[in-house]
């Protein structure tokens, strides 16, 4: 599978525990950071938007998710 433009987030760490996104023929390829020639996955571009647009909201960010509060009565 030929695939151009692998990029690292900006967020990843040195530690090398992040992944690479780059584009093919079929859409947007995943692929783990460390192991370059290993297994990827591929999405749709619809999916690929609708993961983005997720994360840019924070949906996944475990510090922004909401704690339910007990109420003393």
């Given amino acids: 599978m030929s695939t151009t433009g692998w990029r690292k987030s900006s ?3 040195a530690d090398g525990n992040c992944v690479e996104a780059g584009k093919s023929r079929d859409g947007i390829v995943v692929r783990d950071s460390v192991d370059s ?3 990827l ?3 749709n ?3 690929w938007r ?3 647009v997720h994360v840019k909201e924070g949906e996944f960010d475990p510090r ?3 704690c339910p509060v007990e109420v003393q009565v």
């Fill in 41 to 43: 996955i591929t999405y």
């Fill in 45 to 47: 571009v619809n999916s």
């Fill in 37 to 39: 020639s290993g297994k």
């Fill in 64 to 66: 922004l998710q909401l």
């Fill in 11 to 13: 967020h990843s760490i």
């Fill in 50 to 52: 609708a993961f983005v």
